[in-house]
């Protein structure tokens, strides 16, 4: 009796702590806001473990080639892309989107844990406007009525923190 109570809690440990890591991640050239043709990382990490819950990142990252990161975050209503205080509404329905501060969202998933391989479509629908010509512009996907799709492929790795597992800034186009 003993050992199988052993062997069931080894059993149980040894399950717990086989979790498969995941990143999902895909690539397209865009126009910016300032209508310069540069690369695009979509991405985001996910955890499977088999006898707990899974967990997925806390935002969809949009890696431009400069450091303006877009990052999409779970809200009651989905994924979406937060306004900064230098974003001005482009596109859209400018009432709605001033009083929730929404720039964009992830179209088809009201969250990040339901996203998966495939095509994942987002939406920009502000821009970044500089308060004045001191403050340098941060430009990242230009502002459109159509969403962007991304191809989005996943990659298991053993560890998020080892080198090149999780994707990283893509390299600027010369202007």
Request: hydrophobic share 40%; aromatic share 8%.
């Amino acid at each position: 009796m003993r050992s199988t109570r052993l062997v069931g809690l080894l059993a149980v440990a040894a399950l717990a702590g086989c979790a498969q890591h995941f990143v999902y991640s895909g690539t397209i050239d865009a126009a910016d806001s300032t209508g310069v043709v540069q690369p695009y990382v979509l991405y985001w990490t996910k955890t499977d473990r088999p006898l707990w819950f899974d967990t997925a990142d806390g935002s969809v990252h949009v890696l431009p080639c400069n450091p303006n990161v877009l990052n999409y975050d779970e809200r009651p209503t989905g994924i979406v892309f937060r306004a900064r205080p230098s974003d001005k509404q482009r596109v859209g329905d400018a009432a709605a989107a001033l009083s929730e501060r929404i720039c964009g969202k992830v179209e088809g998933a009201t969250r990040i844990a339901d996203l998966g391989e495939g095509v994942v479509e987002i939406t920009v629908w502000c821009e970044d406007a500089p308060q004045d010509e001191l403050d340098r512009p941060k430009p990242y996907l230009g502002a459109r009525a159509e969403p962007y799709a991304f191809p989005i492929s996943r990659r298991e790795v053993s560890d998020f923190s080892e080198a090149g597992s999780v994707p990283v800034r893509p390299a600027c186009s010369a202007r």
